[in-house]
Nanobody, 125 residues
């Protein structure tokens, strides 16, 4: 059984920074990619960032690409999301995810098979 555990969420003032971490355990699963998604209150879950382990490429939601950075260590089954210049609209539950197969589109939620329980990020204005 694959498990993903996020950490690093919390309350931060607008303009501040947080670093989220996600570590996976269980059978080898993350040899293709890992991603971050978020769900704000009353909204659907949507894509934030992802990293491909096969070629090192990254993908970002437009509204975060100049402020967030995804990185990770495939050997450690760990992915990070460094979030800078946080805004109130970044408030959400953040989930990490991993695909069972090589994803065709890193930003597509349905490409991912394994999900963490989520970590709350709250940005106060």
């Amino acid at each position: 059984q694959v498990q993903l555990v996020e950490s690093g969420g919390g309350l931060v003032q607008a303009g501040g920074s947080l670093r989220l971490s996600c570590t996976g355990s269980g059978r080898t699963f993350s040899k293709y990619a890992m991603g971050w998604f978020r769900q704000a209150p009353g909204k659907e879950r949507d894509f934030v960032a992802a990293i491909s382990w096969t070629d090192g490429s990254t993908s970002y939601k437009n509204s975060v690409k100049d402020r967030f950075r995804i990185s990770g260590d495939n050997a450690k089954n760990t992915v990070y999301l460094q979030m800078n210049s946080l805004k109130s609209e970044d408030t959400a539950v953040y989930y990490c995810a991993a695909p069972q197969k090589k994803p065709g589109r890193l930003w597509r939620e349905d490409e991912y098979d394994y999900w963490g329980q989520g970590t709350q990020v709250t940005v106060s204005s």
